[in-house]
């Protein structure tokens, strides 16, 4: 008989860890994503509260303030594991949610005498800082988490990131159209990104043996897992050496290709819905700002239940044997995609007479969409699991930009809020980039392990490559013989002349 491993009380501070990172993402989204509501006010306080200042600012100027907070968020995705690498997450993260927080405070007063103009500076300078979160929160997971438990505390401290889009909809649109009105969203952003840093500043910690507040058990149990599959790793190591990073073999992959074009095509649709929903459900269906804080924010709470469904749906079939891991994916990321972007068809061709249908079909957009994380995110883990993390960087840097760009367009193409026909051909080139996107995917989408993830494969390369300088040398000294023989043969035949 094997002895029980103590793991320490039922919830302790690896699960406090993992609860103060799912806060963390909660607080940082509702800071990113509160924009989307509130330049709806603030453009509109006829609509929410008419006691505070309202702004004449046109579709593109709106555009550029929802596109701004990324111009700043994908320059410093890498700076952040490097900074968590240097400082730890303690201090990295706390960095990165008091300097957002401090941020979002200033936006009333700032756009009183600078406008959008100022609104665009302010947002991307919280992009700078929100960058560092993601690589933080990640460093922090491998620190705390047992082996075992990775993959479920891991899942539970990204559900934050539907809950925080949800609680961003949903709170924002209720504030503004309360007694504090519009500017009660930046305060209360910041209000709940300061209360997190404190909360953080005393629980955090960047390992488990730097915690005032960890017992002995779970310090050991905590230990001895990450210790052993370290020990593991390094005696690999020894073994093998460093694996080096194939990158031209990457850059000609196409199955990576297929990988990153369906994740830029998915960000496409799921930003626009994301940055503009609030606008076409005040514009087209002409909701007041209530419900539409309360129906902008069903479709994320659709979609975090979603992501259960779809994960506990994906590990049966995987673990009983009915279908392949090929198979689920495509077939998963086939639903995410296809069925939003009819359902993204549908809500172009509804009018405010048909409001509850509206809100069905963008829950169903949200929500199916859900199931692109197990369809195709983690597709990287599939193509290689020893250079993941580099194609995750690369992938996520790729779809981080697509973001800036959605709302530009809709800016470009959306002159009058209340034009259906112009939402019409905002919601349908979604569409067309959702089905683009999945039929990349099924046609040249790979979940095998690549060549190029062998530890050994830039050494074959090597040789190869030397066997065929080899081999042409060769025959270029084959070449040469040939041609000297044929001079000597001509300079003797012209002799015996």
């Known amino acids: 008989m094997t002895a029980e491993t103590n793991t320490g009380p039922m919830i302790g501070q690896r699960h406090l860890q993992t609860f ?56 410093t995705q890498f700076m952040g594991g490097w900074l968590c690498r240097r ?42 800082f929100q960058g560092f979160l993601f690589p933080c929160i990640h460093a922090h997971l491998a620190n705390w988490c047992p082996v075992k438990e990775r993959n479920r505390l891991g899942a539970l401290a990204n559900t934050g990131i539907d809950c925080g889009t949800l609680v961003a909809m949903f709170a924002s649109g209720l504030l503004a159209a309360s007694s504090i009105g519009w500017p009660g969203i930046f305060y209360v952003s910041c209000g709940v990104g300061v209360l997190w840093c404190i909360v953080w500043w005393i629980f955090g910690a960047n390992q488990p043996r730097e915690s005032k507040f960890i017992g002995e058990a779970e310090l050991n149990y905590i ?18 050496g460093p694996i080096p990073v194939p990158w031209k073999a990457i850059w000609t992959s196409v199955p990576f290709w297929a990988l990153m074009v369906t994740r830029c095509c998915q960000s496409w649709g799921y930003s626009t819905l994301q940055t503009e929903m609030p606008a076409y459900m005040n514009g087209v269906l002409l909701m007041d700002m209530k419900s539409n804080a309360l129906y902008s924010a069903l479709p994320y709470l659709t979609s975090w239940v ?14 009983r044997g009915i279908m392949s891991i090929t198979g689920i994916r495509k077939s998963v990321n086939s639903i995410a995609f296809f069925v939003p972007a009819a ?52 992938v996520n840097t790729a779809s981080n930009i697509v973001p800036i760009l ?84 001509e300079s003797e035949g012209i002799k015996d002349n």
Not at 355 to 381: E, F, R, W, Y
């Open 20 to 75: 103060l990172l799912f806060l963390s993402i909660v607080v940082n989204y509702m800071a990113k994503f509160n924009a989307g509501v509130a330049v709806v006010a603030m453009t509109n306080a006829e609509n929410t509260n008419p006691n505070f200042p309202e702004y004449d600012w046109n579709e593109m100027e709106r555009s550029y303030i929802l596109s701004s907070f990324f111009w700043g968020y994908i320059l």
């Open 223 to 240: 230990e001895t897992s990450i210790n052993s599959s370290r020990k593991a790793e390094e005696a690999e190591l020894k073994a093998t």
């Open 406 to 489: 959605t709302p530009l367009l809709v800016g470009i193409i959306v002159k009058d809020d209340h034009d259906r026909e112009q939402w019409q051909i905002v919601f349908i080139i979604s569409a067309i980039i959702f089905c683009v996107g999945n039929i990349v995917y099924l046609a040249f989408g790979q979940m095998v392990n690549q060549p190029w993830d062998a530890p050994d494969f830039m050494d074959k390369q090597r040789s190869s490559n030397l066997q065929e300088v080899g081999h042409s040398k060769a025959l270029e000294a084959q070449r040469s013989e040939q041609v000297e023989e044929a001079k000597r043969n």
């Open 306 to 319: 979603m992501a259960f469904v779809y994960l506990i749906i994906a590990d049966i079939l995987l673990t």
């Open 87 to 128: 400082y730890g997450a303690r201090i990295t993260m706390f960095v990165s949610t008091i300097g957002s927080a401090l941020l979002v405070v200033l936006i009333p007063w700032c756009v009183s005498w600078g406008g959008w103009q100022a609104y665009c500076g302010i947002r991307m300078s919280m992009g700078l």
């Open 343 to 394: 359902a993204l068809i549908g809500v172009s061709f509804l009018d405010s007479t048909q409001k509850t249908l509206a809100v069905v079909l963008m829950c169903a957009n949200v929500g199916i969409n859900a199931g692109s994380t197990i369809g195709s995110t983690i597709n990287t883990i599939d193509l290689s699991p020893n250079h993941a993390g580099i194609l995750m960087g690369i």
